[in-house]
Nanobody, 121 residues
């Protein structure tokens, strides 16, 4: 099937930057788009950004437009989320997921374990 492993989370000051990585594996991983989602304590998991392996930009959440950039390296089977100008409200567990490329959690059957991003102010 599809296995996903996130990395790159950590503690950063407001205004700083982090880059998250999502390494995909499994025989069918290339059949799926990759999305980034995040979930803050007490809140519902929300869409952040998504891309296809062919480079199609599937969009960004309004809250991160202009600050976050999704990209991929097909040779490494890895998708990245570059996060700039981080705000305290970006604090969340960030997940990568493989699915149809929609903005909805239900559209992604495969999920990574999550990586914590904490933005201090």
């Amino acid at each position: 099937q599809v296995q996903l492993v996130e990395s790159g989370g950590g503690l950063v000051q407001a205004g700083g930057s982090l880059t998250l990585s999502c390494a995909a594996s499994g025989r069918t991983f290339s059949n799926y788009a990759i999305g980034w989602f995040r979930q803050a304590p007490g809140k519902e998991r929300e869409f952040v950004a998504a891309t296809t392996w062919s480079g199609g930009n599937l969009g960004y959440a309004d809250s991160v437009k202009g600050r976050f950039t999704i990209s991929r390296n097909n040779a490494k089977n890895t998708v990245y989320l570059q996060m700039n100008s981080l705000k305290a409200e970006d604090t969340a567990v960030y997940y990568c997921a493989a699915g149809a490329g929609s903005t909805f959690v239900r559209g992604y059957p495969y999920w990574g374990q999550g990586t914590q991003v904490t933005v201090s102010s």
